[in-house]
């Protein structure tokens, strides 16, 4: 019978995400100054974090028959990337309260549940592999990715939670440094709603989605505190 790796290597993945996570410089002045621009930053970093632990701590030669089984898979992204959503959701959430606060806006942030299809995903593609190094990019940019795409979930719920309270949201995207043309084609600022592809993104895009409460306001009525 063959033994159960996943506890063990949970914990040390685990353990070296921490180390790493606790060790980088750029993290507390990411949390110190918190903006849209510095939330993508942040994920960023979470996630090239873990894309890194996987380099250094999964490998073909650790793995049952060199392959990343779908049992094995399943659980340790189900875990770690678990960890990265919340990690990044909590930062996401301590910036909508301050911008809903210097809004004047009483509403609390939403947050969102996991994107369950995304690990999935990536869950299938891992599992369906029979050497793991043949599939091990997997868990490099599409990693950073999934991080990046927390904060842009939760703009995207919270824009669309303060349109049904009777705001107005405007949404604006812009590109950070050289880019692509289908990124500067779609950057600029747009009243909500918007089409969903305002937030897509490819692979390593640095593009910067932002929702300030304050831009999209409309007027209060004194009485109901509703917005219109």
């Known amino acids: 019978m063959?033994?159960?790796?996943?506890p063990k290597l949970l914990e040390d993945l685990k353990k070296e995400f921490l180390s790493k996570y606790k060790a980088n410089k750029k993290i507390p002045k990411l949390l110190e100054n918190k903006n849209?621009?510095?939330?993508y930053l942040y994920a960023q970093e979470v996630g090239d974090i873990l894309a890194e632990v996987f380099d250094s701590k999964l490998s073909a030669s650790i793995l049952p028959e060199g392959k990343m089984f779908f049992n094995i898979a399943e659980r340790i992204l189900n875990e770690t990337l678990g960890n990265n959503h919340k990690l990044v959701?909590?930062?996401?959430?301590?910036?909508q309260t301050a911008l809903n606060k210097e809004a004047g806006i009483g509403l609390k942030p939403k947050t969102n549940k996991i994107n369950q299809d995304r690990i999935d995903g990536l869950v299938?593609?891992?599992s369906t592999e029979d050497n793991f190094d043949e599939v091990k990019w997997i868990l490099k940019d599409p990693v950073a990715n999934f991080s990046r795409s927390v904060i842009d979930e939760f703009i995207m719920t919270n824009a669309d939670f303060h349109a049904k309270a009777g705001l107005k949201p405007k949404i604006t995207r812009y590109v950070i440094g050289k880019c692509c043309k289908w990124c500067e084609e779609?950057?600029?600022?747009?009243?909500y709603p918007v089409d969903r592809i305002i937030y897509a993104r490819h692979e390593n895009c640095d593009c910067v989605v932002e929702y300030h409460p304050k831009d999209g306001r409309g007027i209060q009525n004194s009485h109901t505190k509703g917005w219109r």
């Open 124 to 126: 299938n593609r891992l």
């Open 89 to 95: 959701t909590e930062y996401a959430v301590e910036l």
């Open 36 to 39: 849209h621009a510095n939330a």
């Open 186 to 191: 779609i950057a600029g600022t747009y009243d």
């Open 2 to 6: 063959t033994d159960d790796i996943v």
